[in-house]
């Protein structure tokens, strides 16, 4: 038996969608059922059900074979052992592999390296979290992150993408917080005066609260910031100043990543950037890697949902809402399955 927990408003918001994955194929039984509170503090129910081993073949299209062939126990260990590295390789950790095999141990899937990989892509599938995008709402968002990372090139991307690719068109204005780099003026005012946009240059806190309220009637502010390097603590103090000091508006705090890093370095980034709730991440650099295991590593451990992908330097072309088939195809590419 295999187990997956679902989350809705109410559980049996939360029993439709379990229905609607694998209702057709076979009865589901609910385990369990319980409120959560979720990161905007509503609270909402989570249920697990438990799937037998057909249906959730059939869910994931694979052709039902003869079950339970008894295979010697050397050929069972050889395939979880084979799989289990080629997903070790490629930057998904041990112990996330490990409990996976422990949890198919037995069955059908753990005997047929196909079958194996499927689950094992569904599984991390179902544990990245995706931010959809919405040009229509108004909102402010704010990109933070190492140096170099993109976050200025992807204001700009972001910015053409709100005023351009809808027919409701919301008016932008980005607000520039970079005061450390020279030239950082001049690249963002280019950008702004290339897309007709409003663009402020801010030095201090009062200016910022001051600069908001000037922009209260864009729909949609932009805000780009220094970028910051682990190991500089000025910097990171001086951001997280900007951040806290807005206590009447909502803003979306987006963490910029290279899909490029190493998993150990994502996961110092993203602790240095913890005193700041971060909302969302963008990964940028798409084009400039092969290897997405230790991304997709850290995406399974933090659970950020992922709002955007970039694929290029091109303004505004190289930038897609993310989606999990995406980095997922990423992924699989890699795995040269
Ligand atoms: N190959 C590639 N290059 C990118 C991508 N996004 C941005 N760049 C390039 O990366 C370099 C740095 O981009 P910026 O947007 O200035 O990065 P930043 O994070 O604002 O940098 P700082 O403000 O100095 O911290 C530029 O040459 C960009 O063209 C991407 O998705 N792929
Ligand atoms: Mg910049």
Redesign the pocket.
Known sequence: MLEETFVAPTPKQAFVLAKQKYGEFGSLKLKKARQIMNKDGDLVSEITVEIDEDSYLRSIGMQLREKKQDLPDDKHNSVAKKVGELFADRGIKREWIDFILKEVSGTSIAKDEKLLIAYMLETIDDSIKIKKENLLEPKIVMLL?A????????IAKLAARYKYATKKSLDVAIINL?TF?AG?YQ?LDSFANLLGMEHRFVKSIDEFCDTLNDLAHYPVILI?T??ISPYDSNKLIETIEFVKSVKDRNIEKSL?LSAASKYDDMMDIYEHFSFIDIDSLIL?????TRRVGDLIAFLMDKKRPVAYI????QVPD?LLPASREKLLDYFVGELNV
């Open positions: 992150g140096t170099g990372v993109g976050k200025t090139t992807t970079d780099r950082a690249q780009d220094a970028g910029v940028t650099k798409f084009d400039e970039s694929t290029g330097q190289d």
